[in-house]
């Protein structure tokens, strides 16, 4: 039998000419607020763990709030909205909902008459009633699959869904320089990581559109190194920070592309960013870490990654603290991640996936179990 998973997840639409959150057929956030509400990282996540349950045979479809900048973003096959799942007139109970959206505390639908089972992504939030799995994706949890209450929990690193680009390049390993010619090596379209040096690759989320870190990107605070950062597809680049790098021209380049996640994080030595899935990505590749955490959900990971060798920044960051920070990565000599004992091993999706194909798969035998024996009583 093909199992049948749904995957709910939240996921920012910005209009670039106004600037204001979207959220499909959601209220507006606040700005100010968006960022703690509702980030790239849930869709990351979503992507990850449905390729893994696609691997296992699965049949998957992901809903998003509104799903054209998602498209917009990555090359995938078409999400569908939250509302034509919420309509949708369901003609048998499909096998799993999966909901990552800290906003969704219910659901306007009737969600047993739907699925014979619902998880629920929940980090540092208390899992939703309507949740009979949590997932819980915050390193400073402890690793486990294990009983929350009423509740089925997978917990920590090791059920971290990084997307399997990330899992293919885990073991690759890289030495962090500052060097003008080894930055200009590794930023040719030939030059790979390992393949003589780095850069620093900034990232701060999907509604950064750069004006804090014009500071930050002077030469005086980088030395050295070639920054690499990366602005959402999503927003436009801020006027200062595209000045920034028509004067910097080649020192700091700006990237505005769905790819260029991907590229440059297989191309820098030093990830300077916020605390959230893309650091852990990050991490497992073997970029060493400098955070900010910019959320309050990510500073469970901030203080977990900190404790394995990363670098924390506090918020907002100034160019003195990181201009150290860059030195000491300079200088070398610094030990690689300890990540082992967070759990990150780039398999977290692919255990995911089983975990809930097993759970359904063994509660249906239960049930089909149950059916038998009810119906032999009936025939005695």
């Given amino acids: 039998m093909t199992l049948r998973f749904d995957l709910v997840a939240d996921a920012e639409q910005v209009d670039a000419k106004q600037g204001d959150a979207k959220q499909g057929d959601a209220e507006q956030v606040d700005a100010k607020q968006a960022g703690a509400v509702v ?121 971290f869904p990084f997307h399997d680009r990330f899992a293919r390049k885990a073991t690759a390993t890289t030495t962090a320089t500052a060097t003008l010619a080894e930055n200009d090596a590794a930023a040719g379209e030939g030059g790979e990581r390992g393949e003589g040096g780095g850069g620093l690759l900034v990232w701060f989320g999907g509604r950064e559109r750069g004006e804090g870190l014009v500071p930050l990107l002077t ?9 690499e950062v990366v602005i959402s597809p999503v927003v436009e680049p801020c006027a200062s920070l595209l000045a920034l790098a028509r004067v910097r021209a080649g020192r700091v380049r700006v990237h505005h592309a769905a790819e260029a996640m991907e590229k440059w994080l297989g191309r820098c030595a030093v990830y300077f960013g916020g605390a959230g899935v893309t650091a852990c990505e990050a991490a497992l590749l073997g970029l060493r870490l400098i955070l900010c955490p910019v959320a309050e959900n990510q500073r ?15 918020s ?65």
């Avoid at 030469?219 to 920054?227: F, H």
């Fill in 39 to 159: 980030g790239m990282g849930h869709l990351h996540r979503c992507l990850a763990l449905s390729e893994a349950l696609r691997d296992k045979g699965a049949s998957v479809r992901l809903f998003l709030p509104n799903p054209s900048l998602a498209e917009k973003m990555f090359s995938r096959p078409v999400f569908g909205s939250w509302q034509s799942l919420w309509q949708e007139d369901a003609p048998e109970r499909r096998e799993m909902l999966v909901v990552d959206s800290y906003r969704l505390a219910s659901l306007p639908i009737d969600v047993e008459a739907r699925y014979r089972h619902v998880a629920c992504f929940h980090d540092d939030q208390p899992p939703p009633a309507f949740a009979e799995l949590a997932i819980c994706c915050d390193l400073s949890t402890k690793n486990s699959a294990c009983s929350l209450g009423d509740k089925r929990s997978f917990r920590g690193g090791r059920y």
């Fill in 300 to 314: 469970g990971n901030a203080r977990a990654l900190e404790a394995a060798g990363a670098k924390v920044l506090c």
């Fill in 219 to 227: 030469e005086d605070v980088l030395g050295g190194w070639r920054a």
């Fill in 316 to 380: 907002p960051v100034v160019p003195a603290a990181l201009r150290n920070a860059l030195r000491a990565e300079a200088e070398g000599g610094q030990p690689a991640l300890a990540l082992d004992a967070l759990g990150l091993d780039g398999r977290g999706a692919e255990r995911l996936a089983q975990a809930l194909c097993e759970r359904v798969s063994s509660c249906e035998q239960v049930s089909s179990c149950e059916r038998v024996s009810s119906c032999e009583q009936v025939s005695s």
